[in-house]
């Protein structure tokens, strides 16, 4: 199972908003509405920010928003803050209990 | 509330096995699964398997079959990660995670594995 493919990179200025896509194949994003994203703080566990697509768990900002267009699916974080730098991980679920990892993304704040 | 709580820090040395502890509180034990998850330094962070706690069964992630076993006890609410034939490469950090649907809503903090001779 390779990893999904996620840009190293992305930035933005506090207020702007930046789009981070995580393509796979219809093996894992685009066969099934499970694909949740996480970011982490160096030396953190990560930290649940969208689940099933497009949900948000209770006392994520609605700043954060997923969402899914056949083999890739996307985060994107609206309004950014200097506490939204960090690595940003998608993960699907590829089927028979098996999951996959996005390769990650490290958004900086400019 | 819910808490995964980690065994510390391993050294090994190349060719060792290390078994590291997930002790769960907060929640019912045997109601969700424990997926198991490793970040080498610098890296990003791997899937490696899962572990239902009410009926024991497993999957690994193909690239750690062979060498991986998860297991739990019931009596301590505690489930293992257990690495064999350990090389460099090894050397992560350890996560265990609460499985909701298709998501992990509660992580441990972390364990180090460091392979070294």
């Known amino acids: 199972q390779s990893a999904l493919t996620q840009p190293p990179s992305a930035s933005g200025s506090p207020g702007q908003s930046v789009t981070i896509s995580c393509t796979g194949t219809s093996s894992d994003v685009g066969g099934y509405n499970y694909v949740s994203w996480y970011h982490q703080h160096p030396g953190k566990a990560p930290k649940l920010m969208i689940y099933?697509?497009?949900k948000r768990p209770s006392g994520v900002p609605d700043r954060f928003s997923g969402s899914k267009s056949g083999n890739t699916a996307s985060l994107t974080v609206s309004g950014l803050q200097a506490e939204d730098e960090a690595d940003y991980y998608c993960?699907?679920?590829?089927?028979?209990?098996?999951?996959?990892f996005g390769t990650g993304t490290k958004v900086t704040v400019l | 509330q819910v808490q995964l709580v980690q065994s510390g820090a391993e050294v090994k040395k190349p060719g060792a096995s290390v078994k590291v502890s997930c002790k769960a509180s907060?929640?019912?034990?045997?109601?969700?699964?424990i997926h198991w998850v490793r970040q080498a330094p610098g890296q990003g962070l791997e899937w490696m398997g899962l572990?239902?706690?009410?009926?024991?069964?497993?999957n690994y992630a193909q690239n750690f079959q062979g060498r991986v076993t998860m297991t739990r006890d019931t009596s301590t609410n505690t489930v293992y990660l257990e690495l064999s034939s350990l090389r460099s490469e090894d050397t992560a950090v350890y996560f265990c995670?609460?499985?909701?649907?298709?998501?992990?809503?509660?992580w441990g903090q972390g364990t180090l594995v460091t392979v070294s001779s």
């Open positions: 099933e697509v497009t």
């Open positions: 993960i699907s679920y590829a089927g028979s209990n098996n999951y996959v």
């Open positions: 572990i239902n706690p009410g009926g024991g069964s497993t």
């Open positions: 995670a609460r499985w909701v649907g298709g998501e992990g809503d509660y």
């Open positions: 907060g929640y019912t034990f045997t109601s969700h699964y």
